[in-house]
């Protein structure tokens, strides 16, 4: 399907007079205006500047827009400066008003901005101050209404502080200070305003396009979200009474998800999963939310249930970013379940989400949610952690979580059907692992022997220094030694402020901020008895055998654990069989 857009180089005069034929909207999806006196004075300046110089043209930007099903001309970009411009012509034309006796210039130009403001009758050439020719539709914007009675009757509260009002005299007061300075003058700045300075106004054939263009076009400010357009779809859809329930729903949902460390934008690319899987839908290819969520004419924007599973969504990333604990919800004060989320966190990509969330939002008023939470999370763990090691890439889990999705809306135990792994690869690949792995890695270590979070700032420390006097190993080449340092067996989590303070000494010399250390396995290293030495090689290589083992056996551990979770805790005949197969390998 091809797209239309018609671009057109306008003066503001014509622009402005095409809103008879088409009305301008600001939608509900807009944001408030936002110019404050600052832009106003600036586009004055700049305009009385460009007249003064007698410049042929002055460009003040594009406005993007679509026709609506309505016929009007809905702004997707350029409100600022259209609003503005609305201000400043009704700011001009009031203070031509004001004489008794009116020149023939002041008379022309009042002609001329008229049918810039308002309505003209095509016969009689009659104007209607009541129709306006641009109308603000933002949701919940006591500004709509100032808007409207400011461009009708031309007078602005002394006391307002909303930014139409703010402006309209800001305008009113630049305006009169140079008519009384040059009153020639003002005339040419007129005439420059309505003919001179230009737009280019650039007309898209659907909102999505339009869209499209803006997102393309804007780096003045914070772009639309799909969420801003998807509140508009709901609200239109309201009756007059669900309206303020839903402003103040919706209101509380982004301060909820601003301080949870994410955006309502987020929260629906998150639940476009759990949908999908739902509908049973599988497929490896992610849609954009606009699109997900306009199919159908918006119908699942219109469900009971939206803002409510939004809500809950945001009880799983108030747990892992915030580390709140949700009231009557006993998994989020389970230690091992905090932990088992706080490893998730570190997976190099977003995939581990998704299942989290669908699992979450299926299961979570069931009897035994919290062990069952648990051992899915374990068993995540292990399929996300095992693949990319091997596969340090989306694609290595992306197509096998899209179908785990749809297992997970089906029962508390869904089948992980993830393909197998070579295990002699796994192990050389934990030894040494790819540096996306690291931090995941070093959790699961630290929590096989702690009860507790780390500390939500650490770092990750190289127990033998990254920067080594030359002469330390002088018949090692660097290259091994460069290669070494890079093993897990060197690496532990450390707190960042007592990481500082170690710097980049030598293990003798590091041992007293390892001894302040609450990271078990980073306080270990502090204990003389079992490290009464220098670090060197030799331990990199043998702690490297100890983590690995560390690894291997808590992904066994995990994996023998969701064998036996049913709802009975009975395992399947498929449990049964793998548990026979890891047993001949030797694994369990």
């Not at 490290?531 to 291997?552: A, F, P, S």
Request: hydrophobic fraction near 35%; proline fraction near 3%; aromatic fraction near 12%.
């Amino acid at each position: 399907m091809t797209t239309s857009i018609s671009v057109n180089k306008v003066s503001v005069q014509d622009l402005l007079k095409s809103g008879k034929e088409h009305k301008f909207i600001i939608p509900e999806y807009q944001r408030p205006y936002a110019w404050g006196v600052e832009e106003a004075e600036t586009l004055f300046n700049d305009l009385w500047d460009f007249t003064e110089k007698q410049e042929s043209t002055y460009f003040l930007g594009s406005i993007v827009s679509y026709l609506n099903e309505q016929g009007e001309q809905e702004i997707i970009d350029g409100q600022q400066r259209i609003t503005s411009l609305f201000l400043l012509l009704r700011a001009i034309y009031t203070n031509l008003q004001q004489p008794e006796e009116k020149t023939k210039e002041a008379m022309n130009f009042i002609q001329k901005i008229e049918p810039t403001i308002w309505i003209e009758d095509s016969i009689s050439g009659d104007i209607d101050y009541s129709k306006i020719l641009i109308e603000s539709k933002v949701i919940n914007n006591a500004g709509n209404e100032i808007l409207r009675r400011i461009l009708e009757t031309g007078k602005a509260d002394e006391n307002a502080t909303d930014n139409y009002s703010v402006n309209y005299r800001k305008f009113q007061e630049l305006y009169n200070n140079k008519a009384q300075q040059n009153p020639m003058q003002i005339y040419y700045f007129i005439l420059a305003v309505l003919s001179k300075a230009i737009l280019l106004p650039i007309t898209a054939d659907t909102q999505d396009t339009a869209l499209t263009i803006f997102s393309t076009l804007n780096d003045r400010g914070l772009p639309l979200s799909d969420a801003d357009i998807f509140k508009a779809k709901i609200y239109n859809h309201l009756n007059s009474e669900e309206k303020n329930k839903f402003i103040e729903e919706w209101k509380e949902l982004d301060e909820n998800a601003q301080y949870a460390g994410e955006t309502i934008q987020s929260l629906f690319y998150y639940y476009m999963f759990y949908l999908r899987a739902k509908s049973e839908d599988d497929k490896s290819t992610t849609p954009g939310i606009r699109k997900y969520f306009s199919d159908n004419k918006y119908a699942r924007l219109f469900a009971p249930e939206l803002l409510s599973d939004l809500s809950k969504i945001l009880n799983i990333w108030k747990v892992v970013n915030k580390r709140d604990t949700i009231n009557n919800e006993e998994w989020s004060q389970n230690t091992k379940i905090l932990q088992a989320l706080d490893i998730l966190s570190a997976y190099p990509n977003e995939f581990w989400k998704y299942p989290v969330l669908t699992y979450y939002l299926s299961h979570n008023q069931e009897a035994g949610f919290t062990n069952n939470f648990l051992a899915f999370l374990h068993k995540l763990i292990v399929e996300l952690l095992t693949k990319y090691l091997i596969t340090p890439t989306i694609n290595a889990v992306k197509t096998d979580i899209m179908k785990l999705n749809v297992e997970i809306i089906k029962t508390a135990k869904p089948k992980f059907i993830f393909k197998d792994i070579d295990r002699g690869l796994l192990e050389t690949n934990i030894k040494a692992p790819n540096g996306k792995t690291v931090r995941m890695l070093l959790k699961l270590i630290a929590y096989k022997y702690q009860d507790t979070l780390l500390p939500e700032k650490w770092e990750i420390e190289h127990i033998f220094p990254q920067k080594w006097h030359n002469n330390y190993f002088s018949n090692i080449s660097d290259d091994i030694i460069k290669e070494k340092i890079e093993y897990l067996g060197n690496k532990v989590p450390f707190e960042k402020k007592l990481n500082i303070q170690a710097g980049n000494g030598y293990f003798s010399k590091k041992q007293q901020e390892y001894a302040q250390s609450s990271i078990k396995i980073v306080k270990e290293l502090a204990d003389k008895s079992k490290y009464h030495t220098d670090w060197n090689l030799d331990n990199i290589t043998e702690r490297g055998v100890k983590v690995c083992e560390d690894v291997l056996s808590t992904i066994d551990e995990w994996n023998t654990e969701y064998m036996g979770m049913t709802a009975e805790n009975i395992p399947t005949p498929e449990d049964l069989a793998t548990i026979e197969k890891y047993k001949l390998k030797g694994w369990i």
